[in-house]
C-alpha cells in the first residue's frame, strides 16, 4: 500500500512499478506537492500495470 500526499510519498519508482497487488491512495492534498505531476503519471503508469489507484476526496480520511 503506497499514499501519497502533500507531505509524504514514496519514490516515484516504487509507484511506477505497483502491479496489480499493489493499492495506491492519493490524498486531495497531494496536488499541492512540487512533484505533483510527476507522480500523477507514475500512477497512471501503475493503474496500466494493474494497481487500484484511489483519488481521495477531501472528506476522505
Do not use: Q, S
Not at 12 to 32: E, F, S, V
Request: with cysteine; aromatic share 8%; net charge negative.
Amino acid at each position: 500500500m503506497h499514499v501519497i500526499d502533500d507531505a509524504n510519498a514514496p519514490a516515484l519508482g516504487d509507484i511506477r512499478d505497483a502491479g496489480p497487488d499493489d493499492c495506491i491512495y492519493i490524498r486531495a492534498a497531494a496536488t499541492g506537492r512540487k512533484d505533483w505531476p510527476k507522480y500523477w503519471e507514475a500512477a497512471g503508469v501503475a493503474l496500466a500495470r494493474g494497481a487500484f489507484v484511489h483519488v481521495m476526496n477531501r472528506e476522505e480520511v
